[in-house]
Nanobody, 128 residues
């Protein structure tokens, strides 16, 4: 059974850091683009970080660029999201998602509907 499991969420003060993990089971992450998405109450799900399967290329929207870093350890079948300088507006449930890397070009899929496999989510709350 293909499964993604997130961990590492919690409560952190503004300016603090958290590292989220996304562990895969039932399949090898090597061939998958992985994205981190988040959804706050009353808001649409938005992508915050993406990483390719092979060359490690990444993409970040302006809202998190310079603060979030996505990385992968294929040997551990795990993708990480390092979040620094956290702001209250970063509060949300964070999900990792995967899709087979079938790209013919270099653009990473950025829409939630392009991802087939999803974790259950982990809550991140930034508050003093």
């Amino acid at each position: 059974q293909l499964q993604l499991v997130e961990s590492g969420g919690g409560l952190v003060q503004p300016g603090g850091s958290l590292r989220l993990s996304c562990a895969a089971s039932g399949f090898a992450l090597d061939y998958y683009v992985i994205g981190w998405f988040r959804q706050a109450p009353g808001k649409e799900r938005e992508g915050v970080s993406y990483i390719s399967s092979s060359d490690g290329s990444t993409y970040y929207p302006d809202s998190v660029k310079g603060r979030f870093t996505i990385s992968r350890d294929n040997a551990k079948n795990t993708v990480y999201l390092q979040m620094n300088s956290l702001k209250p507006e970063d509060t949300a449930v964070y999900y990792c998602a995967g899709t087979l890397d079938l790209r013919s070009g270099t653009l990473l899929p950025k829409n939630a509907y392009e991802y087939n496999y999803w974790g259950q989510g982990t809550q991140v709350t930034v508050s003093s």
